[in-house]
């Protein structure tokens, strides 16, 4: 009993529960009952393709335009309703190959007569989007929308254990089956018409198949007790709401090989319970058998095959079965109706066998395969680690900007194909793939590079192997009192891991992958030296007078007028010096000046025409010339090379820690982080080393 100051979590759950309408999900009725509802929303007969295929939709969708070509995301995938925890990044394609089969399947085209197989390296997300579809219609079954219904036989009167069973008074059907199947075939046509009649909405109530072998067994018995009033059987009958839920398995199945000693086709199909045949006097008494295996349990939903294509040859004609025809045949019975979505996922060197094996031909014409590859985004890529790995201290380690970028980066280099253009890099593939632009280069480029590959995305490093490193540098750093991962120690990582990679044996295979690590840590370099040179420059007002100059100066260049000197108050001419050193840091040459020149004009004449105000940041590349130029002219009395000694003067330590703040509100670092990476922009400096980014 609560007391006074206590709380009285009784009444926490009783609210608890009301909010998840157990009485909702826990409603019963009579036969008729249940035909009033389907005439009121006909949608809880849909099989389990039509359920599945709604499901995904209730999500809501997206589209985009990816090199010219139109993508749909589907948000399901997402994973919202769990903070995005199975979420799937990157596979938009592949996510919309497989919708379009389960929406041929639910309109009756013929795939749902196929075995959905997700075909990829491992990794890529094959298990997770299983996950995703059985948590969904788990969680679907649960709602409005995906209201589904069984039934079970009841014996209130217990005058009929002949039929149910020694002090049985309710046999629910072992396979959760649609209601409407107890109607015999031979009059179905006119019960459906009759529901149909003026319903509203494109769905229409039709069902197929027939009950599991003790429904049908019962039924008939009491068809003979009554003398065939069919009225009087269906008193016995009493429809429930079904909740589909994987623990409890009821719905969803899941398939796992096993070692093939240890393998048994009644794992899919059920088996005799020996118990019951002392009860009911035969092994033939379908009561006596257990409807549990796999496609039982499954039926109304799915079931998942791991590594589908390591099944014993038994259990593959199982398989042929149960997605050409609908049926399985459990042991001593004839064959049984199933209705539920199979999908099997398997690795690239299970599926050659597959494809080698000749006798394997039935399986593989009834087969739809989806390749999942890896992803080929570097920002799709970035998202998987970020989920698990991000910028917040994790037991006084933080995580250093561009560290899990450049994991990622690395993970992309591994999976693309070298470029068939000479003066095409992987690096600038990767980038031209994530949306960047780069000089002479189109979005029909772009067509040509996907389409010239074979095998992009089907081979390289697992995210898995990246996460694994990921983790070993975050406890090292962890161990070893350091304050920030940063992007060195991960590569490190990834480099020492290599010797011992599990899938990794060619040795010519592993040096291109330690080049692409080099490659990588250049690219970094780069990005820190470019945001140390942007912080160094980055005061506003010291930038919008060297735009101000420079913009007086082409104005007076390209009308060929005379700047006046602020200083002097004379008239000069356009400062040619002024004008190339900014123009010299973005490349552009002397005899492409007048053009650069022209374009700036022109654009700062378009703007004024739209009533706008040209700012310098508008134009990235203008912006870009202004830091470089900034920086140059700021970098010395800086002195950043002097962090790489001892001595640092008050003034120049003032103007460093300005710099770090910059580094630490632009850019993302904390005080360790922006400290190394100073450090080591500087030490960059002091050899001498110092480009500007091209």
């Given at each position: 009993?609560?007391?006074?100051?206590?709380?009285?979590?009784?009444?926490?759950?009783g609210s608890l529960?009301?909010?998840?309408?157990?009485a909702?999900?826990?409603?019963?009725?009579?036969?008729?009952?249940?035909?009033?509802?389907?005439?009121?929303?006909?949608?809880?007969?849909?099989?389990?393709?039509?359920?599945?295929?709604?499901?995904v939709?209730?999500?809501g969708?997206?589209?985009y335009?990816?090199?010219?070509?139109?993508?749909?995301?589907?948000k399901?995938?997402?994973?919202?309703?769990?903070?995005?925890?199975?979420a799937?990044y990157?596979a938009?394609?592949?996510?919309?190959?497989?919708?379009?089969?389960?929406?041929?399947?639910?309109?009756?085209?013929?795939?749902e007569?196929?075995?959905?197989l997700?075909?990829?390296p491992?990794g890529?997300?094959?298990?997770?989007?299983?996950?995703?579809?059985?948590a969904?219609?788990?969680?679907y079954?649960?709602?409005?929308?995906?209201?589904?219904?069984?039934f079970?036989?009841?014996?209130?009167?217990?005058?009929?254990?002949?039929?149910?069973?020694?002090g049985?008074r309710?046999?629910?059907?072992?396979?959760?089956?649609?209601?409407?199947?107890?109607?015999?075939v031979?009059?179905?046509?006119?019960?459906?018409?009759?529901i149909?009649?003026?319903?509203?909405?494109?769905?229409?109530?039709?069902?197929?198949?027939?009950?599991?072998?003790?429904?049908?067994w019962?039924?008939?018995?009491?068809?003979?007790?009554?003398?065939?009033?069919i009225?009087?059987?269906?008193?016995?009958?009493?429809?429930?709401?079904l909740?589909?839920?994987?623990?409890d398995r009821?719905?969803?199945?899941?398939?796992?090989p096993?070692?093939?000693?240890?393998?048994?086709?009644?794992?899919?199909?059920?088996?005799?319970?020996?118990?019951?045949?002392?009860?009911y006097?035969?092994?033939?008494?379908?009561?006596?058998?257990?409807?549990?295996g796999?496609?039982?349990?499954?039926?109304?939903?799915?079931?998942?095959?791991v590594?589908?294509l390591?099944?014993?040859?038994?259990?593959?004609?199982d398989?042929?079965?149960?997605?050409q025809?609908?049926?399985?045949?459990p042991?001593?019975?004839?064959?049984?109706?199933?209705?539920?979505?199979i999908?099997?996922?398997?690795?690239e060197?299970?599926?050659?066998?597959?494809?080698?094996?000749?006798?394997?031909?039935?399986?593989?014409?009834?087969t739809?395969?989806?390749?999942?590859?890896?992803i080929?985004?570097?920002?799709?890529?970035?998202?998987?680690?970020?989920?698990?790995?991000?910028?917040?201290?994790?037991?006084?380690?933080?995580?250093?900007?561009?560290?899990?970028?450049?994991?990622?980066?690395?993970?992309?280099?591994?999976?693309?194909?070298?470029?068939?253009?000479?003066?095409?890099?992987?690096?600038?593939?990767?980038?031209?793939?994530?949306?960047?632009?780069?000089?002479?280069?189109?979005?029909?480029?772009i067509?040509e590079?996907?389409?010239?590959?074979?095998?992009?995305?089907?081979?390289?490093?697992?995210?898995r192997y990246?996460?694994?490193?990921?983790?070993?540098?975050?406890?090292?750093?962890?161990?070893?009192?350091?304050?920030?991962?940063?992007?060195?120690?991960?590569?490190?990582?990834?480099?020492?891991?290599?010797?011992?990679?599990?899938?990794?044996?060619?040795?010519?295979?592993?040096?291109?992958?330690?080049?692409?690590?080099?490659?990588?840590?250049q690219?970094?370099?780069?990005?820190?030296?470019a945001?140390?040179?942007?912080a160094?420059?980055?005061?506003e007002?010291a930038?919008?007078?060297?735009?101000g100059?420079?913009?007086?100066?082409?104005k007076?260049?390209?009308?060929?007028?005379?700047?006046?000197?602020?200083f002097?108050?004379?008239?000069?001419?356009?400062?040619?010096?002024l004008?190339?050193?900014?123009?010299?840091k973005?490349?552009?040459?002397?005899?492409?000046?007048?053009?650069f020149?022209?374009?700036i004009?022109?654009?700062?004449?378009?703007?004024?025409?739209?009533g706008?105000?040209?700012d310098?940041?508008?134009?990235?590349?203008?912006?870009?010339?202004?830091?470089?130029?900034?920086?140059e002219?700021?970098?010395?009395?800086?002195?950043?090379?002097s962090?790489?000694?001892?001595?640092?003067?008050?003034?120049?330590?003032?103007?460093i820690?300005?710099v770090?703040?910059?580094?630490?509100k632009?850019?993302?670092y904390?005080?360790?982080?922006?400290?190394?990476v100073?450090?080591?922009?500087?030490s960059?400096?002091?050899?001498?080393?110092?480009?500007?980014?091209?």
């Amino acid at each position: 009993m609560a007391t006074d100051s206590g709380r009285n979590f009784t009444d926490l759950i009783g609210s608890l529960q009301k909010a998840t309408r157990y009485a909702d999900l826990s409603w019963s009725g009579s036969f008729n009952d249940y035909l009033n509802l389907v005439r009121e929303n006909p949608k809880i007969t849909r099989n389990a393709f039509q359920r599945m295929y709604d499901m995904v939709m209730a999500s809501g969708t997206s589209e985009y335009v990816d090199v010219k070509k139109q993508i749909v995301h589907y948000k399901f995938f997402d994973d919202e309703v769990n903070d995005g925890k199975d979420a799937v990044y990157g596979a938009d394609i592949p996510l919309m190959k497989l919708v379009n089969v389960l929406r041929s399947a639910a309109l009756g085209y013929g795939t749902e007569k196929r075995v959905i197989l997700l075909h990829g390296p491992v990794g890529s997300a094959k298990s997770t989007i299983c996950r995703q579809l059985k948590a969904g219609v788990e969680r679907y079954s649960k709602t409005d929308e995906g209201a589904m219904y069984t039934f079970e036989w009841v014996d209130e009167s217990g005058q009929h254990e002949d039929i149910f069973g020694k002090g049985c008074r309710v046999f629910p059907s072992p396979m959760h089956e649609e209601p409407l199947l107890v109607i015999p075939v031979e009059m179905r046509q006119a019960v459906f018409d009759e529901i149909n009649r003026g319903a509203k909405g494109d769905f229409r109530v039709h069902v197929s198949g027939e009950m599991c072998p003790p429904s049908r067994w019962i039924f008939k018995s009491l068809m003979e007790r009554y003398h065939g009033d069919i009225t009087k059987v269906l008193n016995h009958v009493r429809v429930k709401r079904l909740v589909l839920s994987e623990a409890d398995r009821v719905g969803i199945g899941t398939f796992q090989p096993k070692d093939e000693k240890n393998q048994d086709s009644t794992e899919l199909t059920g088996d005799l319970n020996y118990r019951k045949i002392a009860e009911y006097g035969s092994d033939s008494d379908p009561r006596a058998f257990n409807f549990d295996g796999e496609f039982n349990v499954a039926n109304r939903g799915m079931i998942e095959f791991v590594e589908v294509l390591k099944l014993d040859v038994a259990f593959l004609y199982d398989l042929l079965g149960a997605s050409q025809e609908h049926r399985i045949k459990p042991k001593k019975f004839a064959q049984t109706h199933i209705d539920e979505v199979i999908i099997g996922h398997t690795n690239e060197p299970e599926y050659r066998k597959l494809q080698d094996n000749e006798f394997m031909e039935a399986l593989r014409d009834r087969t739809v395969k989806i390749d999942i590859p890896y992803i080929t985004k570097l920002r799709d890529e970035v998202k998987i680690y970020k989920k698990d790995f991000n910028s917040r201290v994790m037991r006084g380690v933080s995580i250093a900007p561009h560290t899990i970028e450049m994991a990622a980066m690395w993970a992309i280099l591994t999976r693309l194909e070298k470029p068939k253009k000479a003066n095409l890099t992987r690096i600038q593939k990767m980038k031209l793939y994530d949306g960047k632009s780069l000089p002479n280069y189109t979005e029909d480029n772009i067509k040509e590079l996907r389409k010239e590959t074979k095998r992009e995305g089907l081979e390289g490093i697992s995210p898995r192997y990246i996460q694994d490193k990921l983790s070993n540098a975050i406890v090292m750093a962890q161990q070893m009192n350091k304050g920030s991962v940063n992007p060195f120690m991960v590569l490190n990582e990834l480099d020492a891991g290599l010797k011992h990679h599990s899938l990794l044996q060619n040795e010519e295979l592993k040096q291109d992958y330690r080049e692409l690590l080099s490659i990588v840590k250049q690219e970094y370099e780069e990005t820190i030296k470019a945001e140390v040179q942007r912080a160094i420059s980055a005061d506003e007002s010291a930038l919008h007078r060297l735009c101000g100059n420079y913009i007086d100066n082409v104005k007076a260049y390209t009308q060929k007028e005379r700047v006046r000197n602020p200083f002097t108050g004379m008239d000069e001419e356009a400062d040619e010096r002024l004008m190339r050193s900014i123009e010299e840091k973005i490349e552009i040459p002397d005899s492409r000046k007048d053009d650069f020149r022209r374009e700036i004009m022109n654009y700062i004449g378009a703007l004024s025409l739209d009533g706008r105000k040209f700012d310098y940041k508008t134009n990235d590349r203008l912006h870009k010339a202004l830091e470089l130029k900034l920086f140059e002219d700021q970098k010395d009395s800086i002195k950043l090379t002097s962090l790489v000694s001892s001595v640092v003067d008050k003034d120049t330590q003032e103007k460093i820690d300005i710099v770090k703040t910059r580094l630490i509100k632009e850019f993302g670092y904390d005080e360790i982080s922006a400290t190394d990476v100073l450090h080591y922009v500087a030490s960059i400096f002091a050899r001498g080393d110092v480009k500007d980014k091209k």
